[in-house]
């Protein structure tokens, strides 16, 4: 299984809402990330979890909420989003630089709409 | 810095023609190259990658070329088709996690 998964694949949701993206994978990746992209713009950073552990937070608000259950698993929780949180969200593995394996595999992305 | 330069920002080839897209850095600590691929509405996909060690690599129809004294790389398309109409994106990463993407080039390749 060389795949990333994502659900779900588009998410409308109000800015007073509580929702939760969830990503998959099952190449015995360690490390983890999260993505958020807009349109006509590369990805930017969001979080890296390593061996379950966060390692970068790139500044993101506190209505993001990363958590990385175990290696397979990594979701993204949301709460009182604004409008222009409106995205295109990535979640990306890699086998992390311990094991030497630098390249990122992304997931088809969650197309999230606040109203 | 942390910049990584791309351009051109769009591109319209025709079939059988050779798009290049160029990129330029100047985190002399960056040590890993990789191109990334994206259609409409789905995630980049990883197209090839490339050492700072090496000036060339060739995975099919896709060229990187490093120049490393310039700090300089370059995609070519070999023989394009319509197929590979997409969104192109360079990248540099250092040591750890962090990949840092050129902006983006958007490339239609005409019948």
């Known amino acids: 299984d060389t795949e990333v998964t994502q659900t779900p694949k588009h998410l409308v949701m109000g800015m007073t809402n509580k929702k939760s993206l969830k990503c998959e994978q099952h190449?015995?990746?360690?490390?983890m990330y999260w993505y958020k992209q807009k349109a006509k713009k590369p990805p930017e950073l969001m979080f890296v979890y390593s061996y379950e552990k966060l390692s970068i937070n790139e500044s993101v608000p506190s209505r993001f909420s990363p958590e990385c259950p175990n290696s397979s698993l990594l979701n993204l929780h949301l709460h009182a989003l604004q409008p222009e949180d409106s995205a295109l969200y990535l979640c990306?593995?890699?086998?992390?630089?311990?094991?030497?394996?630098?390249?990122?595999?992304f997931g088809p992305g969650t197309r999230l709409t606040v109203l | 810095q942390q910049q990584v330069k791309q351009s051109p920002q769009s591109l319209i080839v025709q079939k059988g023609g050779i798009p290049i897209i160029n990129c330029a850095y100047e985190?002399?600590?960056?040590?890993?190259f990789p191109w990334y691929q994206q259609f409409p509405g789905k995630g980049p996909a990883l197209l090839i990658a490339?050492?700072?060690?090496?000036s060339e690599k060739k995975e099919g129809r896709f060229t990187i070329s490093f120049n490393k004294s310039a700090k300089q790389f370059s995609l070519h398309i070999m023989d394009s088709q319509p197929g590979d109409s997409a969104t192109y994106f360079c990248a540099g990463i250092q040591g750890a996690q962090k990949l840092v993407f050129g902006q983006g080039t958007r490339l239609t390749i005409n019948p």
């Open positions: 490339i050492r700072p060690d090496v």
């Open positions: 990306a593995s890699s086998h992390g630089i311990i094991r030497g394996g630098r390249e990122q595999f």
């Open positions: 190449m015995g990746h360690r490390a």
């Open positions: 985190n002399t600590a960056f040590d890993y």
